[in-house]
């Protein structure tokens, strides 16, 4: 390890993703898990972008886009052989679009455009109207006769439009491009008798409190004393029984289900980029006793003391004094018990002025040892 500078800014983040140590908030079910059948749905098609500035598809080496437009000449009456489209103004393009559940016929899309010919640039052009089609073109419609969800027509932006700051010429996209001509019918109807939520984030404890505060919440309330109309069928699924006096007025079944908070479980876990030196962890990240040796410093973490001359209080993390930039009267950095989380101890190290790799590589071999109770992700 290289000797530590004092003048070095520490280039580590700590983030929290609970607050330290306290038990998480409870939070609405509707933010925790997802009602089976609510869900969004991809469109896609291919169609033409015009008005292009000699930036466009050449044919001869992207013969579908010429093959593209004379198709569309030919809607309007006019036969022209795609060879001889010499034009440079125009391309072919790939459309994508996200369908949210329960948009009605007439409502609005934001749409992307990409180029997939050899177009150099889509700037100022505009997308000609487009058939968006569903998954179902690609399955169960042999016979090529998939549904048209909505289509697309407008002047293509950048930027902002598609959700990157980057500008790429031959990606932009149209706010509200898209209008739907067909909806998506969904399966949450009056005549069902159950109700699945998929949680967000699978976790048994979960999804075994979710149930209970359904059942709480309805047991006694016109619904039998020992209702228990919710079940954790895995880590992942909570099944909720429709009572037949609330099948009529489902929404409002929903609607005092997904207001319901509970308070979520979730596994320990550490994140760590070694690209910026970042490290994100929940404030339920739990460090025993464990001693670490990185190059030529010690520490101790719990109830072990670093193998150095000082005379320490027990549960301190000093330096070894063999190390002359180490030798400095820093003092005590902090002192830790069994109870030390992992937020503790990187805040500890990096009041030692330790480079970002430095801390990076305790933390993967304090994993290592088994001391960190908490599953490890390095990105």
């Known amino acids: 390890m290289s000797k530590l500078n004092y003048l070095t800014i520490i280039a580590i983040a700590v983030v929290y ?17 997802q009602l089976r059948g609510v869900r969004d749905n991809q469109l896609i098609g291919m169609g033409l972008v015009s008005g292009l500035a000699g930036t466009g598809d050449d044919v001869k080496s992207t013969p579908q886009a010429g093959e593209a437009l004379s198709n569309l000449l030919s809607r309007f009456g006019f036969q022209v052989d795609p060879a001889l489209l010499k034009s440079k103004n125009f391309a072919a393009v790939m459309v994508t679009a996200n369908m949210p559940a329960y948009l009605k016929q007439g409502d609005r899309l934001d749409v992307q455009v ?8 889509l700037e100022g052009g505009m997308l000609l109207m487009t058939e968006l089609r569903g998954a179902d073109t690609f399955y169960g419609n042999e016979d090529g006769n998939a549904p048209i969800y909505a289509l697309a027509q407008g002047n293509i932006s950048f930027g902002s439009v598609i959700g990157s700051k980057v500008k790429v010429a031959t990606r932009g996209g149209i706010t509200g491009g898209a209008i739907i001509e067909r ?22 404890t979960t999804a075994s409190r979710i149930a209970e505060a359904i059942n709480e919440d309805f047991n006694g309330n016109g619904f039998g004393s020992n209702a228990r109309i919710a079940s954790a069928l895995d880590a992942g699924t ?9 099948r009529l007025t489902l929404v409002d079944f929903i609607s005092r289900i997904e207001q319901l908070e509970v308070r979520p479980d979730s596994q320990a876990k550490v994140v760590i980029d070694q690209a910026t030196g970042t490290i994100a962890m929940g404030g339920n990240v739990r460090i025993r006793p464990v001693h670490v040796s990185q190059g030529n410093m010690s520490f101790s973490f719990g109830n072990g003391l670093v193998e150095s001359g000082s005379e320490a209080p027990n549960n301190v993390v000093v330096p070894d004094a ?30 030692l002025r330790l480079s970002a790799e430095d801390i990076v590589e305790i933390f993967i071999q304090i994993h290592k040892v088994g001391a960190m109770d908490a599953e490890l992700l390095v990105i």
């Open 17 to 33: 993703l609970l607050a330290g140590g306290r038990p998480a908030q409870a939070a609405a079910i509707k933010d925790l898990a």
């Open 322 to 351: 063999s190390d002359a930039d180490m030798a400095l009267p820093l003092g005590p950095v902090d002192q830790y018990t069994e109870d030390t989380t992992a937020a503790e101890v990187a805040a500890g190290l990096n009041k």
């Open 183 to 204: 909806e998506i019918q969904s399966t949450i109807t009056n005549e069902r008798d159950r109700l699945e939520y998929n949680l967000r984030d699978p976790d048994f």
């Open 114 to 121: 990409s180029a997939i010919g050899n177009a150099k640039s």
């Open 238 to 246: 909570v099944e909720v029984l429709v009572p037949i006096e609330s």
